[in-house]
Structure formats: structure tokens, C-alpha cells
């Protein structure tokens, strides 16, 4: 685990997702879908730096369906 120079970048199907900073590491991001998004898999793309300057990124997925 290393320091992070700042709170965690969230994108969720393109769009920015409110992420909560977090003094023990651990980041929760919120993301409410709009009205336009279509229903199926959306990306979710989380990049973080670190104190030296280092980018890294993850990627995952969520399915978006708005049946009641």
C-alpha cells in the first residue's frame, strides 16, 4: 500500500463518479445513472497516482438494467 497523491479518479460508463475520500486507504465512489444511459455493461475505469508521480488504472464492469 502506498500513499496516493490525492482521491481516486472514477469514470462509470464515461461519466465521473462522486468518490468519498478515505483516510485509511479505502475509497467508496457513488454513481447514479441517468436517465439517457442505456440499460447493459458499462465500464468502470478507476485511476489513482501515487507520491512519486505513478498512474495506475483498473478496469471493471457493471450492468446497467432498469427493469422495475
Known sequence: N?????????LVAGRAAAVAPSEDGRHAFLFTPAAS????????VVSVRD??????S???AVILDFTP
Do not use: H, K, M, Y
Not at 502506498?2 to 472514477?10: D, R
Not at 444511459?37 to 468502470?44: R, V
Open 58 to 60: 483498473a478496469q471493471s
Open 37 to 44: 444511459d442505456p440499460e447493459g455493461t458499462a465500464g468502470i
Open 2 to 10: 502506498e500513499a496516493l497523491a490525492g482521491t481516486p479518479t472514477v
Open 51 to 56: 507520491l512519486a508521480g505513478n498512474v495506475a
